[in-house]
């Protein structure tokens, strides 16, 4: 039995049998088998086959199978099934002693004690610190949460008393006035006590004398131990000039500075905005902390264990993997901390504009050449465009013409034909 | 009835009681996988407790693309094929000559003999499409996964291994034993 002589293979009889056909050839063959007595026998044999094999049936499962399982399972389900997944759990697998659930508690334990040593101690590291002579103190008023000032949005850095320092270290870059640790160790996260506030202040003036502003802007940043960060003037022709400049005031001097700022002019609008980061702030640190923790782990687990060399390996990316987070977040920081040290205030000033009557007006002759070359000019153009136009376009017309001759030619004799035929 | 499905996913959560549901439900044919290929019934009954090892071991490698069966008998079959390496044997070769072992349960215990002896005339390739195909009720992709072989080589292998068999069974006194 072939597909020459049968429509289906053999193998496709059993496939239907299994079930492995698809619907509709599954009903074709339903259908042949119908018709076809030798194709109806195979499938019979076919399944007499699968009875007879059915036959063979074999003893029970013995009931120790079950019982050595259970035995079984309790030795290794624990220590395998619930094994830690990730890195942390290859790392059990190779060091068994972190299978050990007393070594993790012991950890957090000492994990929580660091935690609240960290927010105990920021008092005492805070008296510490103004005997080391910083440049910014933190007061007693700012201690008092409940304050109206230190709750208001944008007066928070009346908390600080600020000591002048030189204009080219600006002031607390690097460290802050609102937190109680330094960073002398570049491991310890320092922990905010008061709230941070990003500050953004925006002032719009109008000026009757221009000409001094530049140096007037320049002189206060100086003055408050700012800089600008940015600095445009225009001055067009016709119309009243105008310097927008973006400066960078340390936060505990934003009032005064903005208020000198408004002395140079009349203010047209005026607003300020402060932005809280505390909690980002916090998170991060909490983050930072934890990922230098593991990453001292994980020089532990290289320094006191020897594994296969995948292992190491392993290891030692996971470390560069942790150093690249923490530097991350220790640049994310910076910035954060940056903007908070230093308030943002957006100068935009506009001169009073005088209109005035300015120089002769144009010469005739001149207006005259001008008007002749100009014409001569758009001559030119306009015989280059249309011999640009025809190179565009003539290869297309001539194309079109070539195809529609012959038709035109047809229909223009067929009309003539039949005019002449009527006449 | 909670599929297989469902309850390996289950145990992928950490239940014990989806673990023992699966146990029950495959305990007998897994052994009598191990049994059908195997002399030995301590051995297959070591290597059916294995097998249901190596799926907690390995549970959460499960994927739901596959059925849980195809993928317990495949771990199945490659525990099979370990341990015939171990003792020297192909992957998909029998066990040395096997002795006849009594089936309390069958019908006819001639025919279990017969049927045993015929399926072990067949080829060793076709021999094991074809156990996986009638006891195991693997389809012919879950058997080619299993096998790493197409799927028809699989279909070819089967056919021809029924073809066989039907020819062996025709001329064995089996065939006398009240059946066609």
């Known amino acids: 039995m072939t597909s020459s002589t049968h429509p289906f293979e053999q193998e496709e009889v059993m496939a239907y049998l299994d079930g492995e056909l698809s619907a509709n050839r599954a009903a074709n063959v339903a259908a042949h088998l119908r018709e076809c007595a030798e194709c109806a026998a195979l499938a019979e044999q076919m399944r007499d086959v699968s009875v007879r094999l059915s036959d063979w049936s074999v003893e029970p499962a013995p009931a120790n199978l079950t019982k050595n399982l259970e035995a079984a399972r309790a030795e290794h389900v624990v220590a395998k099934v619930r094994k830690p997944r990730g890195f942390t759990g290859r790392l059990g697998g190779k060091f068994p002693f972190l299978r050990n659930r007393w070594v993790w508690a012991a950890a957090s334990v000492a994990a929580l004690l660091i935690l609240v040593l960290r927010i105990g101690l920021p008092t005492a590291r805070q008296e510490s610190r103004q005997s080391e002579g910083l440049q910014l103190a933190y007061t007693e008023q700012s201690r008092s949460a409940d304050t109206p000032e230190s709750k208001a949005v944008g007066t928070a850095s009346d908390n600080f008393k600020v000591r002048p320092a030189p204009p080219a270290l600006p002031a607390s870059r690097g460290s802050s006035p609102k937190f109680s640790s330094s960073s002398a160790d570049g491991q310890s996260n320092p922990e ?228 002449v035929s009527q006449s | 009835m909670t599929s297989d499905e469902q309850l390996i996913l289950e145990l992928q959560k950490g239940s014990d009681e989806a673990f023992t549901e699966l146990f029950l439900r495959y305990r007998e044919r897994v052994y009598g996988f191990f049994r059908r290929r195997m002399n030995d019934a301590a051995q297959a009954e070591e290597l059916a407790q294995e097998t249901f090892l190596a799926v907690l071991r390995a549970v959460q490698r499960y994927e739901p693309r596959a059925t849980f069966r195809a993928y317990l008998f495949g771990i199945a079959f490659n525990i099979l094929a370990a341990h015939r390496r171990k003792s020297g044997l192909n992957a998909t070769q029998s066990d040395s000559t096997r002795e006849d072992v009594s089936d309390p349960s069958g019908t006819n215990p001639e025919n279990v003999i017969w049927v045993r002896q015929a399926v072990d005339r067949l080829d060793v390739a076709e021999r094991e499409v074809l156990l996986l195909r009638e006891f195991e009720e693997l389809s012919y992709e879950e058997i080619a996964k299993i096998l790493r072989a197409p799927v028809n080589t699989v279909r070819s292998r089967l056919f021809r291994a029924r073809m066989a068999l039907r020819e062996i069974l025709a001329t064995t006194p089996g065939n006398l034993g009240g059946r066609k």
């Open chain 1, 192 to 419: 905010p006590t008061a709230p941070m506030i990003a500050r953004t202040a925006s002032v719009s003036l109008t000026v009757k004398e221009f000409a001094p502003l530049e140096a007037s802007v320049k002189a206060i940043a100086q003055r408050h131990n700012g800089y600008i960060a940015s600095l445009t003037s225009n001055s067009p022709q016709d119309a009243a000039r105008t310097l927008s400049a973006t400066l960078r005031i340390p936060s505990a001097q934003l009032e005064s500075a903005i208020s000198e700022l408004k002395q140079l002019g009349r203010v047209e609008q005026e607003s300020q905005t402060g932005e809280e980061v505390t909690k980002e702030f916090t998170d991060r640190a909490a983050r930072m902390k934890n990922a230098r923790a593991t990453e001292e782990r994980l020089l532990d687990v290289l320094r006191n264990h020897t594994g296969q060399v995948k292992d190491i390996l392993a290891t030692e990316q996971e470390i560069a993997r942790v150093r690249g987070d923490i530097e991350q977040m220790e640049a994310d920081q910076r910035s954060l901390q940056t903007r908070v040290d230093f308030a943002t205030v957006e100068l935009s000033v506009q001169e009073e504009y005088k209109a005035s009557l300015q120089g002769a007006p144009t010469a005739t002759a001149t207006r005259l050449h001008n008007a002749a070359v100009e014409g001569y000019r758009s001559a030119i153009e306009s015989l280059i465009g249309l011999g640009v136009w025809a190179l565009q376009a003539l290869p297309t017309i001539l194309l079109w013409a070539i195809a529609l001759f012959a038709p035109g030619r047809w229909i223009w004799k067929r009309v003539r034909r039949t005019s």
